[in-house]
């Protein structure tokens, strides 16, 4: 049983949503997902999207109490894939009566990215989502069609169907089409990004932006370094972003989900006993939107 700190709460897990990001944790690879522990792995017990009950708090925590249901991203320490977690005060926010604990997990660390992802999405621009059928592009592809914007979305073939569901205005198969060599597009939000900054330029209308979330190590590195020198020289932007991680970047999201605006797309439900299948039906890229652990 883990014993929260100061500013922590014990949270019993009630349900906690796989991301790819515990996937490349579990399997080490981009490798950025060794960062803090090379030769050992960082985390014993992956796991951040939680959703329970606060077990009980640490003696300076001062928004929750015993019995109080939260949810939120606990990136930072993990441990969520487990009857109990440990998280930051700060992580957490109240879960909202409306959404089942299920629902909550959904959203923490999908809704974040797919938020600050689309906040350049505007009416009538055009929007490509790289790897949009997964968890935050299920939520990216929603946003930006509300916004008003045309919306491109890139998975593999299972995907197409769920994607135009979605709302997605077009759809590409990546195994048979390259999405560089269509029509320029104003915002690109790339969930996985494995190809060259130069590709990824020509995708790009004078003015517009290349936003990467996730991808090759190789690839991060690039875009930062040569991307972003060839993006100012040719009136484009190509940039990393850094998720903002915490309740002010989910909470927004909970509620456009109460409110109907945007939709909640569990595809499985798997047993804390059978976390491999889940974590393996989500690296395998076989989920559609999201895939819920209940311990
Ligand atoms: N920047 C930050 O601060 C930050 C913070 C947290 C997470 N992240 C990252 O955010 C990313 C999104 O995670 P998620 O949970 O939404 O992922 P997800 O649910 O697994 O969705 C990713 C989707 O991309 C597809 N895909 C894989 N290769 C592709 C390709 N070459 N072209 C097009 N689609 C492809 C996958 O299907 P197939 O595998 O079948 O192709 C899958 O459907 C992760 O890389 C994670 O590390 C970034």
């Known amino acids: 049983m883990p014993a929260p700190g100061t500013k922590q709460v014990l949270v019993e897990?009630?349900?906690?949503?796989?991301?790819?990001?515990?996937?490349?944790g579990l399997t080490g690879s981009p490798g950025y997902a060794r960062i803090g522990g090379l030769r050992t792995p960082a985390h014993r017990v992956l796991g951040s999207d939680?959703?329970?009950?606060?077990?009980?708090?640490?003696?300076?925590?001062?928004?929750?109490?015993?019995?109080?249901?939260?949810?939120?991203d606990n990136l930072g320490l993990m441990g969520g894939f487990a009857e109990f977690a440990v998280a930051p005060e700060a992580a957490?926010?109240?879960?909202?009566?409306?959404?089942?604990?299920?629902?909550?997990?959904?959203?923490?660390?999908?809704?974040a990215?797919?938020?600050?992802?689309?906040?350049r999405a505007r009416e009538g621009s055009r929007v490509l989502i790289n790897g949009a059928g997964g968890g935050a592009g299920s939520f990216a592809i929603q946003l930006a069609r509300r916004s008003g914007a045309h919306v491109t979305g890139v998975d593999n073939a299972g995907k197409l169907d769920?994607?135009?569901?979605?709302?997605?205005?077009?759809?590409?198969?990546y195994r048979r089409e390259d999405f560089t060599r269509r029509e320029p597009y104003d915002l690109v939000l790339d969930l996985v990004a494995h190809r060259s900054v130069f590709a990824y330029r020509r995708a790009l209308a004078r003015g517009?932006?290349?936003?990467?979330?996730?991808?090759?190590?190789?690839?991060?590195?690039?875009?930062?370094t040569v991307g972003a020198a060839l993006g100012l020289l040719t009136g484009r932007r190509?940039?990393?972003?850094?998720?903002?991680p915490g309740p002010a970047h989910f909470e927004?999201?909970?509620?456009?989900?109460?409110?109907?605006?945007?939709?909640?797309?569990?595809?499985r439900t798997f047993p804390l006993e059978e976390l491999p299948q889940a974590l393996t039906y989500v690296g395998r890229g076989r989920a559609l939107g999201k895939v819920v652990v209940t311990p």
């Open 13 to 24: 897990v009630v349900a906690t949503s796989v991301n790819l990001s515990d996937w490349e």
């Open 50 to 72: 939680i959703a329970g009950r606060v077990a009980a708090v640490g003696s300076g925590v001062t928004r929750f109490q015993v019995g109080d249901e939260v949810y939120g």
């Open 92 to 111: 957490l926010a109240r879960k909202p009566h409306e959404l089942s604990f299920a629902e909550a997990s959904t959203l923490p660390q999908a809704g």
């Open 113 to 119: 990215i797919a938020l600050q992802g689309t906040a």
């Open 162 to 173: 769920f994607m135009r569901e979605l709302g997605a205005d077009e759809v590409i198969d």
């Open 208 to 224: 517009g932006h290349y936003l990467c979330v996730g991808g090759t190590v190789r690839t991060l590195l690039r875009v930062v």
């Open 238 to 244: 190509l940039g990393v972003l850094v998720v903002r």
């Open 252 to 267: 927004p999201i909970a509620e456009r989900c109460i409110a109907g605006d945007l939709r909640i797309h569990i595809d």
